[in-house]
């Protein structure tokens, strides 16, 4: 997702935004996912989004990881996982990342205009990001079907045979049939 979203001309600039993708591929694994793997995976987008974007190592990461937790302790014991939820908890998401750099690269720093800036660049940023995430979340969603298949395809094979009990004459024939 990373490479992704930073390659020139593949996803359109709006109003000089680019979404950030890896905000929602961690809240869209979230939906599917245990809650520690999904912090952990939270945690690794953020410190990728961090390294990209240029901002406070750590700080992304954490937001997103609380995040992430929380909404995939949620989906497995209150909330049954859809669309919807990934939808608001992507819009928490983003906007707190993304806000969050605003306050502390340009609000702390007292720039003039800054709240003009954060309207005209940091706004459509999170809109951007959060109208990609249903995209996002059917391409994990895809995934973690396929990766559930393959679980049940494994644990399929390595099931122990029993030892078959004595048989009648007939069960001998029809077991006999079976094999052919």
Known sequence: MFVIEGTPELIPTIYLARPLL???????????????FSL?????CGLVIDVGTGGVMGLTSII????????????????KNNIYFVLLYSAVCSAAVISLKFFIFYYIKKYDGASAFYLSHYVPRILY?????????????SVSKTFR??????KVRKR?????AK??????????LNRL
Do not use: D, H, Q
């Open 160 to 164: 122990r045979k029993s030892v078959p």
């Open 149 to 154: 298949k393959e679980k049940r395809k494994i």
């Open 22 to 36: 890896l905000v929602s591929a961690a809240v869209s694994a979230a939906a599917f996912e245990l809650p520690f």
């Open 40 to 44: 952990f995976f939270a945690v690794l």
């Open 129 to 141: 990001t959060w109208a990609l995430t249903p995209i996002v979340y059917f391409i994990t969603m």
């Open 64 to 79: 997103l990881g609380v995040v992430c937790y929380y909404e995939s302790s949620w989906n497995n014991k209150y909330i």
């Open 167 to 176: 048989r009648s004459s007939a069960g001998r024939r029809r077991a006999r």
